[in-house]
């Protein structure tokens, strides 16, 4: 178990650290401590909102009525990365969200991708 949980979290780091093949790319010491430093704190927040989204789609669902396992939900991983899109924009700035979490979907709603 142990060794998916460090594979999976390679595999997500890995996605994020996509520029220059994955390859550290500075000079100097320092240069490559900055670099594996902002990945770990943007692989830590992938996995903070990866978490908090996955306890409020189990959260919703237990309310709905279906039954979700303990056993199930321990399975559940945060390093999931195929919804993560690592080319484009990005805006940082905090929407006011209620709960401070955007709605979840709608599963009977028609998914356009």
């Keep these: 178990m142990q060794a998916n949980l460090q594979e999976g979290r390679h595999a997500l780091a890995r996605k994020i650290f996509h520029g220059r093949a994955g390859q550290l790319y500075q000079r100097y010491q ?10 770990g704190r943007v692989l830590n927040a992938l996995v ?13 669902l237990r309310a709905d009525g279906f ?19 690592m080319l484009g924009r990005y805006s940082f700035s905090l929407p006011d969200l ?3 979490l ?4 709608d599963p009977d709603s028609v998914d356009e991708e």
């Design 98 to 100: 209620p709960g401070g």
């Design 48 to 60: 903070l909102f990866d978490t908090r989204y996955m306890d409020a789609a189990v959260t919703q």
């Design 30 to 39: 320092d240069g490559m401590e900055e670099q594996i430093g902002a990945l």
């Design 102 to 105: 955007r709605p979840l979907r």
């Design 67 to 85: 039954e979700v396992r303990d056993e199930d939900v321990a399975r559940l991983s945060p390093f999931v990365r195929h919804h993560i899109n």
